[in-house]
T-cell receptor, first 108, second 116 residues
């Protein structure tokens, strides 16, 4: 039982490149969330999902997209990376929000 | 607007002394309040929550938090700090307008440094 796994752990992108941050859970939770964490800013909600096939925008969705085709997976897509998207990204699941280990993304 | 404030960026305490990490909130209705801890290069870990009932909530690793409705506060406490408690602590409140989504609003975090 791994809980929440996120891949990759680290990534460096060039401006304009695209990538997908993966989040997978084995706890069968309906609720899944994507946050970004910037120094001194706490966590900001990007997108969330209350179940397979259902997604909605959070506080800072611009520049990101998500999908939820299965209960287990909730990938976050960056289409045109920008330096402002340099951050640490966390996936969380469940009503008490069990967090994954994070993905550290740098856009240069 | 719903919000959570952690007024201290950093709290320093000597090992063995009691510690307090402060949190105040501003929400409509009855608040659902949470504390999380983040160790370096790790995700957040749930410590405790207040939903209703007893104002003193006990959580993981010997931590507790006191809900004070009149002061709109939910301070995190521990009677005797350990060096291993050194970490970043986040207070959060459930968005009362989030419906069944369980969305949380996080504070900006307080770095706890426990000196040996």
């Amino acid at each position: 039982n791994a809980g929440v796994t996120q891949t990759p752990k680290f990534r460096i992108l060039k401006i304009g490149q695209s990538m997908t941050l993966q989040c997978t859970q084995d706890m069968n939770h309906n609720y899944m969330y994507w946050y970004r964490q910037d120094p001194g800013m706490g966590l900001k909600l990007i997108y969330y999902s209350v179940g397979a096939g259902i997604t909605d925008k959070g506080e800072v969705p611009n520049g990101y997209n998500v999908s939820r085709s299965t209960t287990e997976d909730f990938p976050l897509r960056l289409e045109l990376a920008a330096p402002s998207q340099t951050s640490v990204y966390f996936c969380a699941i469940g009503s008490e929000q069990f967090f994954g280990p994070g993905t550290r993304l740098t856009v240069l | 607007a719903q919000s959570v404030a952690q007024p201290e960026d950093q709290v320093n305490v000597a090992e063995g002394n009691p510690l307090t990490v402060k949190c105040t909130y501003s929400v409509s209705g009855n608040p659902y309040l949470f504390w999380y801890v983040q160790y370096p290069n790790r995700g957040l870990q749930f410590l405790l929550k207040y939903i209703t009932g007893d104002n003193l909530v006990k959580g993981s690793y010997g931590f507790e938090a006191e809900f004070n409705k009149s002061q709109t506060s939910f301070h995190l406490k521990k009677p005797s700090a350990l060096v291993s408690d050194s970490a970043l602590y986040f207070c959060a409140v459930r968005d009362p307008y989030g419906g069944a989504t369980n969305k949380l609003i996080f504070g900006t975090g307080t770095l706890l440094a426990v000196q040996p």
